[in-house]
């Protein structure tokens, strides 16, 4: 039995007939196996050779039973998606009872929780000087207008830009 062509190197057809067979030694098998390693013309050859083979069935149907395992995949990557967008979205809620989106982007209409309690005792204040002023006039007016341009500062102080609430 020749296995390779004395000329080329290369595998003769008797030896893939062999290799296709069951009838090599192991030595035969192991130099066949070897020249496959690096030839790719052999290689190649003996590839389109074993393709010519008809195609090995599976012992049971497996289409059916994929395609159960591909949609429960699915069905978990959904549920992961929706998880990430509802805790995103309870996080997000946290954090607008907060307050800390009107902190974030300065709204000067909607203000902080704190600038709301400062604004009402402002009022407090200003009510409280109304009555006073109703008593004393003069003085009054005067303390009003005051404590009216201290509340200014700060609000401005707060608002560097000047948007202030007043
Ligand atoms: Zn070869």
């Known amino acids: 039995m020749t296995l390779f062509d004395d000329r080329t190197g290369h595998i003769t057809d008797e030896g893939f007939a062999a ?6 030694d192991e030595l035969s098998r192991l130099e066949l196996a070897e020249h496959l390693a ?4 052999c290689c190649a050859k003996y590839a389109q050779l ?10 049971r149907p497996l289409a059916a ?3 159960t395992r591909i949609r429960s995949r699915g069905r978990v990557i959904l549920l992961r998606r929706a998880l ?8 997000a809620l946290t954090l607008w009872q907060a307050g800390a989106f009107d902190a974030l982007t300065g709204m000067s209409s909607g203000h902080t929780a704190s600038e709301r309690r400062l604004q009402i005792e402002q009022k407090r204040n200003l009510d409280a000087l109304e009555e006073l002023s ?4 003069e003085p009054a007016q005067t303390l009003n207008m005051k404590i009216s341009n201290a509340v200014d500062q700060f609000f401005a102080a707060i608002h560097p830009k000047g948007d202030n609430n007043q």
């Open 19 to 24: 290799l296709a067979g069951d009838t090599l």
């Open 38 to 41: 690096f030839c790719d013309l």
């Open 50 to 59: 074993t393709e010519q083979g008809p195609l090995e069935q599976p012992s």
């Open 65 to 67: 039973p994929t395609m």
């Open 84 to 91: 990430k967008v509802s805790v995103a979205a309870c996080l």
């Open 134 to 137: 109703e008593e004393h006039d």
